[in-house]
């Protein structure tokens, strides 16, 4: 099984980007996906999650508004759209799944991808 992720950059306070998550190996039908990211010398944030079943999607406050996770069941691939972006969101972010929607929001996801570093200036 692999995720890859993809879709990072530098944008400017206000733009936007939409990371994509690609897996292989497995579908993820019945998973709950989702991203998280890290800035350095700071712990692995939450940042949003979805049912994959379901649809039910979960953000924390700070990118509640500003950022939507999306999914493609066909592509076997999940997005994060980020609007109206702040220095403060500058981190790599992962993707990541798991059965446990608990532990992809608490950073213990059995699957991660690789990182995709986005850096918002100011």
């Known amino acids: 099984v692999q995720l890859q992720a993809s879709g990072g950059g530098l944008v400017q306070a206000g733009g936007s980007l939409r990371l994509s998550c690609v897996a292989s190996?497995?579908?993820?039908?019945?998973?709950?996906v989702g991203w998280l990211r890290q800035a350095p010398g700071k712990e692995r944030e939450f940042v949003a999650a979805?049912?994959?079943?379901?649809?039910?999607?979960y953000y924390p406050d700070s990118v509640k508004g500003r950022f939507t996770i999306s999914r493609d069941n066909d592509k076997n691939t999940w997005y994060l759209q980020m609007n109206s972006l702040k220095p403060e969101d500058t981190a790599v972010y992962y993707c990541a799944a798991d059965r446990s929607g608990s532990k992809v929001v608490g950073g213990t996801a059995d699957y991660w991808g690789q990182g995709t570093q986005v850096t918002v200036s100011s």
């Open positions: 190996g497995r579908t993820f039908s019945d998973y709950f």
């Open positions: 979805n049912s994959w079943a379901s649809g039910t999607t």
